[in-house]
Every structure is written in C-alpha cells, then in structure tokens.
C-alpha cells in the first residue's frame, strides 16, 4: 500500500463510516478496484483508520463523555450487547461473506429498506427528539437491528438509523445514537483485530498508517458535522437511492 492508497482509503472510511451506505462495502470495493489484497497489512491499515473514526466521535461530543450522562452509555452498552454477542459466536461464518457480491445485494436491500421506512415516516408519530429521551426498551430494539451490519453492505450506521426510527426516533436522534455507538462497536472490532493481526504492524510501513489515520480523522470529523447539518432538512430517500444504484452498478460490474 502507498500513500495515494492511504489517503483514498482514509477519505472512504471516514465519509462513509457514520453515513447509512457501508464504510466496510466500500472499503472493500475501493480495494478491488485499486488491486489491495485482503491481507494482514491492509488489515492493519484498516484497523488505524477506524481508529481516527472513533477519535472523530470523541471530538464531536466531547459534552457526552461527563460522568453526568452515565445514563446514556448505560444504554449505548445495551444496545451494544446483541452484536457483541452474535459477532463473537459466528465471527469466522462472517468473514466469509466478505466479497463483492454480497456487499452489492445489501446495498440494495438497504436501499429498498430505507425507501420503504421513508415512504411511511410521519414526523408527528417520532417524539425522541433528543438522546435524554431514549428509553432502555428503544436501545435494546436498535442494538437487535445493528445485528444485521454483521452482513458486509448492510452499514452499522444503516442498520441503528432505521433501528431507531422504527422504535419512534426521528432522524437526527437516529443518527446521533448511531455515531455514540459506534464507539464500542469500533473498539471491539478494531480491538480483535489488532489482536488477530498484530504481527502485521511490525512490517507495515508507518507513513501510510499516518497519514490514513490523519485522513480519516479529518474527514470523519467533517462528515458527522455536515450529515447533521443534511439531516435538518433533507430526508434519507437520497441515500437509499444511491445505494441501489451502486449495488446495481456492481452486480453489473464484478458478478
């Protein structure tokens, strides 16, 4: 991997990873298209750039981690619990999903899915305006739905936004729980795999792992700003669209 490798891998992760379209397809996909193997380097590569996306969170809601909000990671780690659970029991079946295929049928599923959620949205009908408003019985519904991001293309984000709109959050709080728990997600995952592919790092060289990281932070940062920013007055059609026609484009392309 070189540096122009680093700095488009870190402009995917960190503008898709807290979007509704699958940091892991894309990633994924870039990798095909640029010729990267799966191996442990790139998945070293991979671990540091997630990474920068978890420090772009802290960055962002810095007010969130004050001991007065206990309550709140009480429920991130609640909803936490089912992907935890169900990734660590069938963590090698899912490994194998990872391809092209696979990433290009979820992104079209999710596509439709989140049509269909938006066709029925009545604001009136969403009153969880404000994390402090979340129930114990919502978060657990959300973590239940974030078990489908365990399928490559599915998308974490995805997965916990349309979780959290179907359990009566509209959508800002739906993307805002969303970006909060992504940090034990991120942190479990990345933390697995730093165990699992440890040696990769000794012979990895450290300007890519640099600058990706630097890269993805930056974008991740600027990514969660102006999604929220869409979010005041756009809906999610936009983002299901695209990914039927991305997952149409490489069902066309690669299968």
Known sequence: MDIFHAIVLGIIEGLTEFLPISSTGHLIVAAELM???????????????????????????????????????????????????????????IEALFNVATVAWM??????????????????????RNLDQLTYKQTLWIGFAQIFALIPGTSRAGA??????????????????????????????????????????????????????????LVAWLSIKLFLKFLQHFTFRAFGIYRILLGSALLIWFV
């Open 35 to 93: 010729g990267l193997n799966q191996d442990d380097h790139n998945t070293a590569f991979k671990i540091i750039i997630q990474l920068a996306a978890i420090l772009a969170v802290f960055a962002t809601y810095a007010e969130r981690f004050h001991p007065s909000q206990y309550r709140l990671w009480i429920k991130v780690f609640i909803a936490f619990l089912p992907i935890a659970s169900i990734g660590f029991l069938f963590a090698d079946s």
């Open 160 to 217: 916990t936004i349309i979780g959290g709109m179907l359990t009566g959050l509209d959508r800002k709080t739906s993307a805002e729980f969303s970006f909060l728990l992504a940090l034990p997600v991120l942190t479990a995952t990345s933390g697995y795999s730093l165990l699992k592919h440890y040696d990769a790092f000794a012979q990895t060289s450290f300007t890519p792992l640099i600058i990706g990281f630097i890269v993805s932070f």
């Open 107 to 128: 992104f079209i599923i999710g596509g439709v899915i989140f049509l269909v959620v938006e066709h029925f949205y009545k604001e009136s009908q969403h009153t969880v």
